[in-house]
């Protein structure tokens, strides 16, 4: 199996380095210079560009962030081939999976994943939903490596649907969390309320709620944000506002910011 991943960050490297680990040979390129010295203890290819990372790949797969899935998608289309299956994981909005599709141009299979886990841990063996024609093809290829494919509808769409619908409860979850962490510990009522929730819905481990999820939006806010924008524009794309969706990634990325600055 012949594999290339168009984004090298932390979601390409991961995905990268387990594929490899499952006896898939690999091919990675980024737009930002990486680090020669990983990509040869991952044992991938370092592709200088789109091109030289798709030949010869039975499968691509886009691992950008969610503001560049329609870019990586433009860049890589003039060097795919016919018989080559393009996939996008991003976190976007079904409108911006059809646009993907839409600018790898006519004679380009095309399969969008909705990842409904967090990758870090799991990596590949994370759940994922599919959809497209070649959606079963993908699963029945990228499953026996330890890919945990589930093909739900031919249509595209209906897969990045079902996660940015989740998103919005996790995310937004998220988002509450690291408010009731600052204003619990200003105010001093942390253990009062974290007692109340548990009564009120005792199927939720609150205390390790609190405990978690404000270092996940610490380290992924930026990336987060991006999602929620693109669970607005879904919003918007069905006639619903999303100004939920915008106000939860403004959250993320503030507190992400707040926290980098220390």
């Not at 994943?113 to 599919?130: E, Q, Y």
């Not at 079963?136 to 249509?155: C, F, T, W």
């Not at 009522?189 to 005792?202: D, F, H, N, Q, R």
């Amino acid at each position: 199996m012949m594999l290339a991943l168009i984004g090298y960050g932390e979601v390409g490297q991961l995905f990268a380095r387990q594929f490899v680990q499952a006896g898939a040979s690999v091919a990675v390129y980024d737009v930002k210079p990486a680090d020669p010295g990983l990509a040869a203890k991952d044992r991938v290819r370092l592709a200088a560009s789109p091109q030289g990372a798709v030949e010869g790949a039975q499968i691509v797969i886009s691992a950008v962030t969610a503001d560049q899935a329609i870019a990586a998608a433009r860049e890589t289309a003039p060097h795919l081939r016919p018989g080559q299956i393009y996939v996008d994981l991003n976190s976007v909005s079904p409108s911006t999976k059809r646009a993907v599709a839409s600018a790898l141009g006519e004679g380009v299979d095309f399969v969008e994943f909705a990842v409904m886990s967090p990758v870090a841990g799991l990596g590949i063996a994370s759940p994922i939903l599919a959809g497209g024609a070649k959606a079963e093809a993908v699963a029945v290829r990228l499953n026996p490596l330890g890919m945990k494919i589930d093909p739900v509808s031919a249509e595209i769409g209906v897969a990045s649907a079902t996660k940015l619908c989740r998103s919005l409860v996790i995310k937004g979850l998220e988002a509450i969390m690291v408010d009731l962490s600052l204003a619990g510990a200003g105010t001093g009522v942390t253990e009062g309320v974290l007692k109340s929730l548990a009564a009120s819905y005792p199927g939720m481990d609150w205390a390790q709620v609190l405990k978690t999820m404000p270092g996940r939006v610490a380290q992924h806010g930026v990336r987060r944000a991006a999602e929620m924008r693109e669970a607005a524009l879904m919003l918007e794309d069905i006639g619903l506002s999303g100004a939920f969706a915008q106000a939860i990634a403004a959250r993320h990325e503030a507190y992400a910011a707040q926290r980098r600055k220390g």
